[in-house]
């Protein structure tokens, strides 16, 4: 059974992800684009350096291109924001990249991208799946990778180029140049060294990297850019004099950032910064999109400038397209993912890379000192996240629990009002909330809440974890 969740397909190796499975995935993406009329847009394959996605790009191109649909390849380990911009840039209705982003090393998967350089939306992959119950193996088209470069059906391309110039285009490199910066990057064995490090190199900052080698089973900690996994490159920032550190996921769309004293800067902060940055020192105007599980010092922000805050679903599809129908000017994810306006549709860990180094260069204020001036204009906003591992027979009981009777525990906190737009969200009269939701990429349920003060958004996390029993 092949089901997508908020990120695309993400699957075990050799349990589910297996060369059937990607054949079988491909044949009903061929079926999809055909049926929408799109055999002649042509479609783009890219990988990252995870076990087996480089077979499994090969997998997917033959099978796409046994059904009469020009595979542009990308043929080296590309980060997942270049393939999407080689989606956009090639005018192509769709694309993939192999890839389980920053799930643990034991998986991998296929995300599905849509013209413009974005994550499909749901009727696309529901579609897939419909397509995939009465797919057999016996109507998958196939053909020889080798034969099909010969004849001309896959063509190998190289969009590093092209990626990078745009990024330094929307970034000011002349203010970079000036400051001299010493920056440490930590790719988490993952795609963002080259593109990064070339960025960076490019404005004369000096830069060093960790973690830079190739490992499918990420130095064993999670691919993922957290306080916790971060912890090297927090350690030698200071020991060493670093201006900044910067972290990526395994496929480089999301990233994490250390400042000078080493401390962890919460995406959540992030978004933020970039938001004040974009309106008070660019003087850019437009609204701002986030999921429901990111800061709503987002909409402090946005109402003090007179612009709007739109909330959506966990998946950044949801972000993209509301920033498509509000002409938002940035987009994201508490979970390190964001867009800004004018690039690609999807989140872009190696831009927002630069636009950070930019910002600290135009303002001449360190991370520590941005975030103060941020807290002291807009307020204090701390998060709670955690991720809840329940018994597969407790799921009924939960959703039950949660959809079905729709029971809440006994807050301290006055509540004004409850969504079930994903998952269950409480909002309170003070301004804070709590979250519960099922996740669409591993078998979690994921808990957020965020208060004023941390020790509340953990007594709220806490709370919500006892009354769920789990």
């Known amino acids: 059974?092949?089901?997508?969740?908020?990120?695309?397909?993400?699957?075990?190796?050799?349990?589910?992800?297996?060369?059937?499975?990607?054949?079988?995935l491909g044949q009903s993406l061929a079926q999809?684009?055909?049926?929408?009329?799109?055999?002649d847009n042509g479609f783009v394959i890219g990988y990252d350096r995870r076990f087996l996605s480089d077979k499994g790009a090969i997998w997917l191109a033959e099978v796409i291109a046994a059904n009469g649909i020009k595979v542009y390849f990308i043929n080296k380990i590309a980060p997942t924001p270049l393939i999407m911009f080689a989606v956009k840039e090639l005018n192509c209705k769709?694309?993939?990249?192999?890839?389980?982003?920053?799930?643990?090393?034991?998986?991998?998967?296929?995300?599905?991208?849509?013209e413009g350089g974005r994550d499909a939306v749901k009727e696309i992959t529901d579609e897939m799946e419909i397509i995939l119950e009465d797919l057999t193996l016996e109507?998958?088209?196939?053909?020889?990778?080798?034969?099909?470069?010969?004849?001309?059906?896959?063509?190998?391309?190289?969009?590093?180029?092209?990626?990078?110039?745009?990024?330094?285009?929307?970034?000011?490199?002349?203010?970079?140049k000036s400051k001299n910066l010493k920056i440490l990057l930590d790719p988490m064995y993952g795609v963002s060294k080259t593109s990064l490090?070339?960025?960076?190199?490019?404005?004369?900052?000096?830069?060093?990297?960790i973690h830079d080698r190739h490992d499918t089973l990420f130095g064993g900690r999670l691919p993922s850019?957290?306080?916790?996994?971060?912890?090297?490159?927090?350690?030698?920032?200071?020991?060493?004099?670093?201006?900044?550190?910067?972290?990526t996921d395994g496929d480089a769309d999301r990233l994490g950032i250390i400042d000078e004293k080493g401390n962890f800067i919460h995406p959540n902060d992030i978004m933020a910064l970039l938001y004040y940055y974009l309106l008070k020192y660019k003087g850019w105007e437009g609204p701002v999109v986030r999921n429901l599980a990111t800061t709503h010092l987002l909409d402090n922000i946005a109402k003090a400038f007179g612009q709007e805050c739109h909330e959506v679903p966990v998946g950044f599809k949801w972000v993209s397209s509301k920033m498509e129908e509000t002409d938002a000017i940035i987009g994201g994810e508490s979970s390190g993912g964001l867009t800004i306006k004018g690039h690609i549709k999807g989140k872009d860990g190696i831009f927002a890379a630069s636009l950070l180094v930019e910002m600290i260069c135009v303002t001449g204020k360190l991370l520590s000192e941005l975030l103060e001036e941020i807290n002291e204009q807009f307020g204090y906003f701390k998060m709670a996240e955690e991720g809840f591992k329940f018994k597969t027979e407790d799921k009924d009981r939960?959703?039950?629990?949660?959809?079905?009777?729709?029971?809440?525990?006994?807050?301290?906190?006055?509540?004004e009002r409850v969504s079930y737009l994903d998952?269950?969200?409480?909002?309170?009269?003070?301004?804070?909330?709590?979250?519960?939701?099922?996740?669409?990429?591993?078998?979690?349920?994921?808990?957020?809440?965020?208060?004023?003060?941390?020790?509340?958004?953990?007594?709220?996390?806490?709370?919500?974890k006892d009354f769920l029993n789990i």
Request: charged share 25%; proline share 3%.
């Open 1 to 24: 059974m092949i089901k997508f969740g908020t990120g695309g397909w993400r699957t075990i190796i050799g349990d589910e992800f297996i060369k059937t499975n990607v054949q079988l």
């Open 32 to 39: 999809h684009i055909i049926n929408e009329g799109a055999r």
């Open 94 to 114: 769709f694309g993939a990249a192999i890839t389980a982003s920053h799930n643990p090393a034991e998986y991998n998967g296929v995300k599905i991208f849509t």
């Open 139 to 176: 109507q998958v088209k196939s053909l020889d990778f080798e034969e099909g470069i010969k004849d001309g059906r896959i063509e190998i391309i190289n969009p590093f180029n092209n990626y990078i110039d745009k990024i330094i285009s929307m970034v000011d490199m002349n203010a970079i």
């Open 197 to 209: 490090q070339t960025i960076l190199l490019t404005a004369r900052c000096e830069v060093e990297l």
């Open 225 to 247: 850019p957290t306080a916790v996994t971060l912890h090297r490159l927090r350690n030698t920032v200071v020991e060493k004099g670093f201006d900044l550190g910067i972290g």
């Open 398 to 415: 939960l959703l039950n629990l949660l959809y079905e009777e729709k029971q809440l525990p006994k807050f301290e906190y006055e509540v």
């Open 423 to 464: 998952g269950i969200k409480v909002y309170f009269k003070n301004g804070g909330w709590i979250i519960a939701r099922f996740s669409g990429t591993e078998p979690l349920l994921r808990v957020f809440a965020e208060m004023d003060t941390l020790e509340k958004a953990e007594k709220l996390a806490v709370q919500m």
